[in-house]
């Protein structure tokens, strides 16, 4: 017989284990098995040949690893501001170790006058530093030789059963000595190792707990995130192929009479490189007889509504009707009117549909859809409801699409036997790493170029101090003709003093602007929703100068001569909010602005966003920021790339493996779409057990 693997080992009977400890490891962080035990990843190594002094740390650091000694240990305070003070020394200098929670355990556990080495994030209060709630380590037992030792995810109810990091890192170590090659096979097809010069399966899995240095460890973080995302990958591109290839699609293998009547004679303009590419690319996918789903990216003023004409021209050339859908009633109309005017030459029936057409005209509307005499739709949600029923859609396009959601995508197959192909819009630009997971089963355009002549709006951020000149300038701008949109945060949690901040503001607008010489619309979440649109028609119908408002403008509306931007507390907003908010002006001829007023005091974080905004313009710049300092988890519509359970990889850092991931399990499934040849069933084998409980599949196209 041969012996057994240590794989099969139940983890109760490793030694340092045993039932309690197993029994919390499940119960603490979801590890039931060694395989679960081996993909518990440090998340940091102690470097122990690396301190900062005391004496020279500045305040700019956000950790800080120091090597000293405890001289004194104190509780101070009572209730809830009982806290445990430590004071901290090496031969340079003092900080304070801070502890709120836990008091008694550390109190009982730390040795004074014994060499600890503190690793933690640095506060500055008062001109004093101090670490709350540092991770501490006694230097005893730590072999002088540069080694990384390895640093565990824990709890405090693991610390306190005796799971610390260092109890853990011995249960590694156990592990890790008894480990054979043979417990680990490899799962990567040879020709992939060989190429990208990976490391082993099983030697990863030693360097990624034990690295003999650093050069060892990053090539054991680059194997296993390389192997997470070509899992992920995979599985994701399988899937995608297996949908089109089960759905028809229609093929629009003409390009007639109305697409190359209307772009001959009647585009107002040359289109830009990147409009043509996404056209070429959309005509290809609607030619094909596969289903499109294509997800065009442009950040705002791109041009992407030609783009929408055009796809829809050649739908209407092959016989078919196209449907144009907006998340608000202001954008449907918007499009409505600029479509309407591109094409009126053309003599084609257009319609428009949303709630609040009514009556008589909603059920012309309704008939002539149905009979075909309408071949261009455009409108809102309302295109969906079950009683619009179409002669024959082609083509449905969605514009903005974080505010329509998968159903409301599905509702429209049903609209059709074959299902439509579909274009779906979004001037928030996801980054690449992003749309590769998210959308992986989408196709993704760009259109990454301006129309030519545009200018750059100039972002410039103000304090509190400059208000004066901000209103100096708002005056000279009205006196222009232009106009002005002013936003104030509005968040849940705090609605009423936002609401309160958002009056006051307006109270003194009024006063600086007084009638009859101005007129000051103001728009939030709490109005009525016919008292917002008539507040904003007046804005878009030039009767009012300026426009006082929450985020509710964020999306789509289009006012050329609006040139200024004023974002009040810019600090609270999000990056990509930000963008979407400036991407309101820009839109004429005008050199526009966007003011970014914060407070004096700025957090780190807000002050690098802040920073983004006055340097860039470009979306895509700002997306990849916003993931870097929200990370991954916190971006609108993105939750789900937790359905992957990244273990190692992360999306805001490993573009680079994950580009190469993809274009390897792209080649892999060209060449074996189901994974069945001797070299790849190993791989194939892993991603059916990795994702064995993947069931909201649905939720991420
Ligand atoms: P968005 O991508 O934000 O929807 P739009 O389609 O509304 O952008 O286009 C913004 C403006 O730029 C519109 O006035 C449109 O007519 C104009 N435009 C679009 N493409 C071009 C182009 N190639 N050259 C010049 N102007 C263009
Ligand atoms: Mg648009």
């Known amino acids: 017989m041969p012996p057994m693997s240590i794989m099969t080992l139940k983890i109760e009977f490793l030694k340092g284990v045993g039932t309690a400890k197993a029994d919390l490891l499940a119960k603490e962080l979801n590890i039931r098995s060694v395989e679960d035990l081996l993909n518990h990843f440090p998340f940091r190594y102690i470097d122990k040949t690396k301190f900062q002094k005391i004496s020279e740390l500045t305040g700019d650091e956000d950790y800080v690893q120091i090597k000293g000694q405890v001289v004194q240990l104190q509780t101070l305070g009572a209730g809830r501001s009982k806290r445990l003070v430590a004071q901290f020394t090496d031969s340079s200098g003092q900080i304070e170790l801070i502890w709120f929670q836990g008091i008694k355990w550390i109190e009982d556990s730390l040795q004074l006058r014994t060499e600890y080495i503190v690793f933690g994030r640095l506060t500055e209060f008062n001109r004093k530093f101090s670490i709350a709630h540092p991770e501490m380590e006694l230097m005893v037992g730590h072999p002088a030789v540069s080694f990384l030792a390895p640093v565990y995810p824990s709890t405090d109810k693991l610390n306190k059963k005796g799971l610390d990091t260092k109890s853990q890192r011995r249960i590694f170590r156990q592990l890790t000595e008894k480990l054979l090659p043979a417990d680990l096979p490899e799962i990567l097809p040879l020709y992939i190792v060989e190429k990208l010069k990976l490391l082993s399966r099983f030697q990863a899995y030693q360097f990624i707990h034990f690295p003999p240095d650093s050069a060892h460890l990053h090539a054991a973080q680059k194997r296993l995130k390389f192997e997470e995302l070509l899992c992920m990958q995979l599985k994701i591109l399988q899937y995608k192929n297996r949908k089109q290839s089960l759905i028809k699609g229609y093929i629009f293998e003409k390009v007639g009479d109305l697409f190359n009547g209307f772009y001959s004679k009647y585009l107002p303009f040359e289109l830009t490189n990147a409009q043509k590419k996404v056209i070429r690319e959309i005509r290809k996918d609607m030619g094909s007889g596969k289903q499109m789903n294509r997800l065009l990216q442009g950040d705002v003023g791109s041009g992407k509504t030609i783009v929408a004409l055009l796809s829809m021209l050649i739908a209407l050339d092959n016989g078919f009707q196209a449907c144009l859908m907006a998340p608000t009633e202001i954008l449907a109309q918007q499009h409505f009117q600029s479509i309407e ?361």
Request: glycine letters at 6%.
């Open 341 to 701: 005017e591109f094409i009126k030459p053309l003599n084609i029936g257009i319609g428009y549909l949303s709630g609040s057409v009514k009556g008589k005209t909603r059920n012309q509307v309704l008939t002539a859809l149905k009979d075909g005499s309408i071949k261009i739709i455009i409108g809102t949600h309302a295109l969906l409801e079950d009683w619009v029923e179409f002669q024959k859609i082609g083509l449905a396009i969605i514009d903005e699409q974080h505010r329509f959601g998968v159903k409301q995508r599905a509702a429209l197959w049903s609209k059709s036997t074959v299902p439509p192909h579909i274009l779906v819009m979004t001037a928030t630009p996801i980054p690449r790493t992003l749309a590769m997971t998210l959308y992986g089963d989408l196709d993704v355009s760009v259109i990454d170029e301006l129309p030519p002549g545009r200018k750059e709006i100039k972002t410039l951020h103000f304090n509190e101090n400059k208000r004066l000149r901000l209103l100096g300038f708002i005056r000279e701008e009205i006196n222009k003709g232009r106009q002005i949109y002013i936003v104030y945060p509005l968040i849940e949690e705090s609605e009423k003093l936002d609401l309160l901040d958002l009056e006051n503001g307006y109270q003194a607008l009024l006063r600086e602007f007084p009638m009859p010489e101005y007129h000051i619309s103001v728009v939030h979440g709490k109005m009525k929703p016919e008292d917002k649109e008539y507040e904003m028609s007046r804005f878009i119908k030039k009767q009012t100068q300026i426009m006082v408002a929450t985020t509710v403008i964020e999306v789509g509306v289009n006012v050329p001569n609006a040139s200024v931007m004023i974002i009040e507390h810019a600090e609270r907003f999000g990056l990509s909010q930000l963008h979407q908010l400036r991407g309101r002006v820009g839109r004429g001829a005008d050199q526009s602005y966007c003011i970014l007023m914060t407070s004096f005091k700025l957090s780190k974080d807000s002050r690098e966003r802040i920073k983004t905004m006055c340097e860039t313009n470009n979306g895509f710049v700002i997306a990849e920021a916003d993931l870097r300092l929200r990370g991954p988890g916190d971006i609108e519509g993105t939750r789900q790339s937790g359905l992957f359970g990244l273990n190692i990889a992360d999306l805001a850092k490993d573009a680079a493996i994950l580009t190469t991931a993809r274009e390897i399990a792209l080649r892999i499934l060209d060449s074996d779409p189901e994974m069945n040849e001797p070299q790849h069933t190993a791989i194939k084998r892993h991603i059916d057990h990795r994702y064995r409980n993947l069931q909201d599949w649905s939720s991420i196209s």
